[in-house]
């Protein structure tokens, strides 16, 4: 079975630009979460969707927002980017049970 | 609060001896996981291993065990004959709550970044 996947790979975009990322969850998944991780930090949590429902928000600011499809992909949308932004974005899915299964991330950098 | 801490930012080891990477966590919620994860320098997040609170054994997954000392809140992670590709940046990290509960977000430690010696 394919594992979580992760759109685009890398991305470039400049202060107060706006960006989407998106992921697919390993299929039967309904669950998936999405975690930032700034370079020498563990990642933290932005939000997870179950089916199709918010379940749970970190501590960002409302310019971050997602949403998840009926398929169970999801997209992590970013406005009005800030330097502070640039990360790791992982995606992470659940079959409801413990684990998670991360994707391989999206590098954002902003310039 | 809920909080995981790692101690230790770097490790060296020597191939094929053990390792233990420290983990300590701090929790009110009497029902939590425990997990482990390797994330090499490509950035995908690895699961290694799971403890539940409850769970009265320590978990192992091949190489893998986890020292879990609940009334001290440690989970550290211990890797057995270490290999050339266990080098990677390790992550401790708690999901409070149980299994299959409403959230299943994780909290992650700082990391600890292994690297093991020819």
């Given amino acids: 079975d394919a594992g979580v996947t992760q759109s685009p790979t890398h991305l470039i975009k400049t202060r107060g630009q706006h960006v989407t990322l998106r992921c697919s969850p390993i299929s039967g ?17 932005i939000f997870q969707y179950y089916e199709k429902e918010e379940r749970g ?15 169970y992909s999801s997209e992590l949308n970013v406005n009005a980017l800030l330097l502070g932004d640039s990360a790791l974005y992982l995606c992470a899915s659940s079959p409801r049970r413990y684990e998670q299964y991360f994707g391989p991330g999206t590098r954002l950098t902003v310039t | 609060a809920q909080k995981i801490t790692q101690t230790q930012p770097g490790m060296f080891v020597q191939e094929k ?20 994860y390797k994330q090499p320098s490509s950035g995908e997040m690895i699961f290694l291993i799971y403890q539940g609170s409850y769970d009265q054994q320590n978990a192992t997954e091949g190489r893998y065990s986890l020292n879990f000392q609940k009334a001290r809140k440690s989970a ?43």
């Avoid at chain 2, 983990?23 to 996981?33: F, L, R, V």
């Avoid at chain 2, 050339?84 to 990391?111: V, W």
């Fill in chain 1, 29 to 45: 998944h309904k669950s998936v979460s999405w975690y930032q991780q700034v370079l020498g930090q563990g990642p933290q949590f």
């Fill in chain 1, 57 to 71: 928000r970190g501590n960002f600011p409302d310019r971050f927002s997602a949403r998840q499809f009926p398929n």
């Fill in chain 2, 17 to 36: 001896e053990a390792v233990t990477l420290d983990c300590t966590y701090d929790t009110s919620d009497p029902s939590y996981g425990l997990f482990w």
């Fill in chain 2, 76 to 118: 550290n992670l211990v890797i057995s004959a270490s290999q050339l590709g266990d080098s990677a940046m390790y992550f401790c990290a708690m999901r409070e709550g149980r299994e299959g509960g409403a959230t299943n977000k994780l909290i992650f430690g700082t990391g600890t970044l292994l690297a093991v010696q020819p």
